[in-house]
């Protein structure tokens, strides 16, 4: 049964706090270390010390692993190097120990380093922290059971028994010649049916999907996910095994791969959170605002460009908020599902025939759309030219639209920029601008 922090359950803790009873370290040994990382963002720094503090020294590390960076990082802060060594050599695998480590200064990090006793482990260590953020380097795991093709089962049993001891959970057994390289896997079944004097040469899967230290990490949760895979293996450009990444360690990436295009698509240039600062909220929103402030200005210069239309025909005003809506409406719809496309990599190759669709969608609905606002227009007594210029109007600005909204992300993506802009109010304050110039340009035509 999964744990839920409730306001009750904070407040018990906070009073227990204030009164030192003893007792809180029970309340918290039996919850699983998310759980407590969850409930540690409820306290400030202070209280979390105390909290922390009241931990069994095996739940810590795990704890460490769960909290939210910021405050993370203000735990860190109020340890020493030493401190931190203990705590990441304590049960705590290298590619968590990594990411810890990785958020310390330079002089913290080389004291953490030299104060490992396990040479092996800091090694490791050291290893991972080479390569560049982001990468599968940087994300993987050492920990791993893998065995020679050259070994008969019965040895295999005896060396997978041993390296197990360091890990935790066995996802995977990986086959290696003499100098390393990667073969493929070895299937637990087989190995459980086989003969012991069978050499593994002969029963393993020469089948294996695997990624290179320098591939990024939103192509490897593209990878897992495309052939629903619980873990990869990490290989450097001669194919040598050097570690691998389990499905857990992917989903954080695409929760923040997410995060990052929900905010791209509201207009936000940098990541933010709830808990930074006026001066970075507003630096990550002010961009996109200018834009938008820009998109405006252009806006109000096309409608006084016709002013003198305006004049003459008051009514066109009327459905100005109108075209311009359905214009930002129509190219949203259409980016989001190219976006959408693009990052599950379903996208055809063909944009024309992409576009080719749109064009069609965007046809049927515009005609829709128009029929219905040029009925209206010509039942409020509009007259019939009038309710034709805004219906045909209507139906230019949804194709346009369409085409935009599909096109832009593509674009964007080919110039390897993130397509997820194009969603947001770049879309929407485009086809303000364009979407009244063509219900101008029509209404002159027509009027």
Known sequence: ??????????????????????????????????????????????????????????????????????????????????????????????????????????????????????????????????????????????????????????????????????????????????????????????????????????????????????????????????YDLFVVPVIDEIGRLLGRITLDDVVDIIQEEADSNYQLMSGLSDEVSNDDGLFQTTKARLPWLLIGLLGGVLTSTVISGNESELILLPQIAFFMPLIAAMGGNVGVQSSAIVVQAIANSTLQKNIWRRLGRELGVGLFNGLICASVIFFYSWAMGQGFLFALAVGSSLLAVVLFASLFGTAIPWLLDRYNIDPALATGPFITTTNDVLGLSIYFAIANALL
């Not at 330079?106 to 050291?126: G, Q, R, W, Y």
């Not at 990468?135 to 060396?159: F, I, P, Q, S």
């Open 1 to 226: 049964m999964s744990f839920k922090v409730t306001e009750d359950y904070i407040k018990d803790l906070k009073q227990m706090l204030e009164s030192k009873d003893p007792s809180i370290s029970k309340s918290l040994v039996g919850l699983h270390a998310a759980d407590i990382a969850e409930i540690l963002t409820s306290f400030d720094i202070k209280e979390v010390l105390e909290l922390i503090e009241s931990l069994p020294k095996n739940k810590l590390p795990d704890t460490l692993i769960y909290l939210d960076e910021d405050l993370r990082e203000e735990v860190l802060n109020t340890l020493t190097g030493i401190e931190i060594a203990s705590l990441v050599s304590d049960n705590m695998n290298t590619d968590d120990a990594a990411d810890i480590i990785s958020e310390l200064s330079e002089e913290k990090k080389h004291t953490v380093l030299s104060n490992i006793d396990d040479l092996e482990f800091a090694k490791d260590l050291a290893d991972l922290l080479t390569h560049a953020e982001g990468t599968a380097g940087a994300l993987m795991a050492k920990e791993l059971v893998k065995v020679n093709k050259n070994w008969t089962v019965l040895r295999c049993v005896k060396e997978m028994r041993r390296q197990a001891e360091e890990i935790d959970v066995v996802h995977a057994v990986y086959v290696v010649d003499d100098d390393n390289i990667l073969l493929g896997s070895l299937s637990l079944k087989k190995l459980l049916t086989t003969p012991t004097k069978t050499e593994i040469s002969e029963i393993f899967e020469k089948s294996i999907r695997s990624v290179t230290s320098t591939t990024e990490d939103a192509e490897i949760a593209r990878i897992m996910k495309k």
